[in-house]
T-cell receptor
Framework: GQQLNQSPQSMFIQEGEDVSMNCTSS?????WLWYKQDPGEGPVLLIA?????ELTSNGRLTAQFGITRKDSFLNISASIPSDVGIYFC????????????FGKGTTLSVSS | KAGVTQTPRYLIKTRGQQVTLSCSPI?????VSWYQQTPGQGLQFLFE???????NKGNFPGRFSGRQFSNSRSEMNVSTLELGDSALYLC??????????????FGPGTRLTVL
């Protein structure tokens, strides 16, 4: 089945540093999504991308939908301790009603 | 606006038993999707229900089943539990309309442990 390759698997950074993570796929996606999951909670949507080449920001977060529609990246600028958590990319193949396919996640640790 | 609620939050069962998990979507949402989250496999799609009909299904054995009621609440059932079924089961609701994308809102999950 389809798979999303998310990297890196984990990151240990200092507060104030910038972070970059990415996802690649062998399949073309119509929508790319980035979620964050805190312990004991379900994933929360951070950014949704709908068009190839689209670059979208949400505060200190910036994400891009790759031109080939097979990849996406998420950048976090000036990290803070509350950025700690697991970040997931997800792709949606078709229209609403299709399943989300998730990457394995990037665990972010921030030391102050 | 209340979020997605899932009950119970924690569950311990033994092999061979069956279990039923419940999900109440956000008011007005008609689509409910279920996902299994494990450390090894990550988040994997189980199935989606919309207007009481299964609209999409992932690659899981028939021991995993679900249903949706007229008020959009959904249940999933796992029969003949195996140790590998231990996981966090997440429910997500969305409007479910055929737009470009309908944001899915996740509940906190049910942590199932099979002994």
């Amino acid at each position: 089945g389809q798979q999303l390759n998310q990297s890196p698997q984990s990151m240990f950074i200092q507060e104030g540093e910038d972070v970059s993570m990415n996802c690649t796929s062998s399949s073309i996606f119509n929508t790319w999504l980035w979620y964050k999951q805190d312990p004991g909670e379900g994933p929360v949507l951070l950014i949704a991308l709908y068009k190839a080449g689209e670059l979208t920001s949400n505060g200190r977060l910036t994400a891009q939908f790759g031109i080939t529609r097979k990849d996406s990246f998420l950048n976090i600028s000036a990290s803070i301790p509350s950025d700690v958590g697991i970040y997931f990319c997800a792709g949606q193949l078709g229209q609403a009603g299709t399943a989300l396919i998730f990457g394995k996640g990037t665990t972010l640790s921030v030391s102050s | 606006k209340a979020g997605v609620t899932q009950t119970p939050r924690y569950l311990i069962k033994t092999r061979g038993q069956q279990v039923t998990l419940s999900c109440s979507p956000i008011s007005g949402h008609r689509s409910v999707s279920w996902y299994q989250q494990t450390p090894g496999q990550g988040l994997q799609f189980l199935f989606e229900y919309f207007s009481e009909t299964q609209r999409n299904k992932g690659n899981f054995p028939g021991r995993f089943s679900g249903r949706q009621f007229s008020n959009s609440r959904s249940e999933m059932n796992v029969s003949t539990l195996e140790l590998g079924d231990s996981a966090l089961y997440l429910c997500a609701s969305s409007l479910g309309t055929f737009a470009v994308y309908n944001e899915q809102f996740f509940g906190p999950g049910t942590r199932l442990t099979v002994l």
